[in-house]
């Protein structure tokens, strides 16, 4: 793990806002360096700033530096903050935490939804944007490792997911996203995102761009090394939570 932009001390003279912009400026170079080391286009990876637990005067700051996609993994926290900024017209939201379908109404309107891991939960978001008459990008969120107790679908239940989004004329896949184990090194992650990648090429047809969202602060240099097309980046921009 790279500790340079994790370390959430504040580095002197430093005002907050200062701090943000300056972990975005560290975050953004890297990106480019991974992808350029991997023979990619540097355009052709989002950075998306993990705001989750960070008051809305963070996401300005970040944005003031030239940020646009945040992704908030609580409901209720998206709720209160799409309020709160909702003179910032250009900002991206991208909803990536677990989903109970009881509150899939609240994700509606965002740019991405990157944690559809079961079919019922397609069927409900379906029912909801529907109703609104919008249409709603996701991606459907896997748990590559098989780790118990951890949400995404297995990637033998996929193509049932992918069916359930497919019959809505509301919901558009995209892509894929997962969130590895937990491991010291970030190149231990190397083989899930390979795993992933290997998926949304298998399922080519049904996934639309072909997001892969896959990478955060201590791994995501590997992601794009392996494909990455969104990166969600929370501590290395907005220190420790
Ligand atoms: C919190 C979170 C992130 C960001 O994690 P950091 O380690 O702070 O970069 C990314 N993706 C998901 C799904 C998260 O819950």
Redesign the pocket.
């Given at each position: 793990m790279d500790k340079r932009w994790?370390r959430p001390t504040l580095r002197r003279g430093l005002s907050a806002e200062d701090h943000i912009a300056a972990g975005l400026q560290g975050v953004r170079k890297r990106v480019v360096a991974a992808a350029v080391r991997a023979g990619r286009d540097p355009g052709s990876v989002r950075l998306?700033a993990?705001s989750?637990s960070k008051p809305a005067a963070a996401i300005r700051a970040a944005y003031a530096a030239g940020q646009r996609d945040f992704?908030e993994?609580y409901v209720q926290e998206l709720v209160q903050k799409r309020a709160e900024l909702a003179d910032l017209t250009e900002l991206r939201w991208h909803f990536?935490?677990g989903l109970q379908r009881n509150k899939a109404r609240h994700v509606v309107g965002v740019e991405l939804v990157?944690?559809v891991d079961r079919a019922e939960l397609a069927v409900e978001l379906a029912k909801r944007v529907e109703a609104e008459g919008q249409r709603l990008s996701v991606l459907v969120e896997v748990n590559v490792a098989g780790e118990a107790q951890k949400s995404g679908c297995a990637p033998e239940a996929l193509p049932a997911v992918l069916e359930v989004i497919a019959g809505s004329n509301a919901l558009r896949a995209e892509g894929l996203?997962t969130?590895p184990p937990a491991v010291d090194d970030a190149d231990e992650a190397r083989r899930f995102f390979a795993e992933l990648r290997a998926l949304r090429d298998r399922h080519a047809s049904a996934l639309g761009r072909g997001e892969l969202?896959m990478g955060?602060?201590?791994d995501?240099e590997v992601a794009i090394a392996e494909g990455a097309t969104l990166v969600?980046?929370?501590?290395?921009?907005?220190g420790?939570?």
């Amino acid at each position: 793990m790279d500790k340079r932009w994790a370390r959430p001390t504040l580095r002197r003279g430093l005002s907050a806002e200062d701090h943000i912009a300056a972990g975005l400026q560290g975050v953004r170079k890297r990106v480019v360096a991974a992808a350029v080391r991997a023979g990619r286009d540097p355009g052709s990876v989002r950075l998306l700033a993990v705001s989750k637990s960070k008051p809305a005067a963070a996401i300005r700051a970040a944005y003031a530096a030239g940020q646009r996609d945040f992704g908030e993994n609580y409901v209720q926290e998206l709720v209160q903050k799409r309020a709160e900024l909702a003179d910032l017209t250009e900002l991206r939201w991208h909803f990536i935490g677990g989903l109970q379908r009881n509150k899939a109404r609240h994700v509606v309107g965002v740019e991405l939804v990157h944690s559809v891991d079961r079919a019922e939960l397609a069927v409900e978001l379906a029912k909801r944007v529907e109703a609104e008459g919008q249409r709603l990008s996701v991606l459907v969120e896997v748990n590559v490792a098989g780790e118990a107790q951890k949400s995404g679908c297995a990637p033998e239940a996929l193509p049932a997911v992918l069916e359930v989004i497919a019959g809505s004329n509301a919901l558009r896949a995209e892509g894929l996203m997962t969130v590895p184990p937990a491991v010291d090194d970030a190149d231990e992650a190397r083989r899930f995102f390979a795993e992933l990648r290997a998926l949304r090429d298998r399922h080519a047809s049904a996934l639309g761009r072909g997001e892969l969202s896959m990478g955060m602060s201590h791994d995501f240099e590997v992601a794009i090394a392996e494909g990455a097309t969104l990166v969600r980046v929370g501590t290395a921009i907005f220190g420790a939570r």
